[in-house]
Each structure stands twice: as structure tokens, then as C-alpha cells.
């Protein structure tokens, strides 16, 4: 599967989602694309909750997103990690 396959099945089983009025973990929720770690690993450990994870896992191994949680993997570089204050 190549990354834009990989992205629309991704998107069409979130928008089947959608449709069904059923909420995944990451759905309007900040701590996915947090500048802060312990936002983001709270996120990363959401992510196994989420009934759309082994698409999600598919489509990041294909994309490789370098910021944000992604199926249970914080992507972001340390060196752009904000310290809890
Ligand atoms: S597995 Fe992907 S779609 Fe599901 S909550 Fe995590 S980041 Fe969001």
C-alpha cells in the first residue's frame, strides 16, 4: 500500500465513523498535536482505544509524520517539546 492509499482508507473509516456518530480518542482533542510531552504521551496511550488503530498505524508507517501522535507512536522531535511549566 502506498501513502495516499494508505491515507484515504484511513480517512474513509473515519468518516464511516463519522457517519455512525461513533467518537475516536484523537476526534477534536488537542493532546494529539500538543507542544507538551506528557500531553502527548497521555495521547499516545489513548490511541489504543481507538477502533481505527491498525489504519492509522498503516498510514503513518506509509506517511511518516514527523510531529504529532500517530497510533500510539509520539512522533514530534525532543528538540520541539515544550516543558510542562
Ligand atoms: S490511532 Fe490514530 S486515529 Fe486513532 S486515536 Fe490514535 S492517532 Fe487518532
Redesign the pocket.
Known amino acids: 500500500m502506498n501513502a495516499a492509499a494508505a491515507a484515504e482508507r ?1 480517512t474513509a473509516a ?1 468518516a464511516d465513523l463519522e457517519d455512525k456518530g461513533i467518537r ?4 477534536g482533542r488537542p493532546e ?1 498535536t500538543s507542544e507538551s510531552a506528557e500531553d502527548r504521551e497521555y ?1 499516545a496511550a ?2 489504543r ?5 491498525d489504519l ?2 498503516a498510514m503513518a508507517d506509509e506517511t511518516k509524520p514527523t510531529a504529532c ?4 507512536v509520539d512522533r514530534t522531535p525532543k528538540t520541539r517539546t515544550k516543558k510542562a511549566s
Not at 24 to 27: A, L, V
Not at 69 to 72: D, F, I, R
Open positions: 484511513l473515519l475516536w480518542p484523537c476526534k494529539w495521547a489513548g490511541c482505544f481507538c477502533p481505527v488503530f492509522c498505524a501522535v500517530y497510533a500510539g
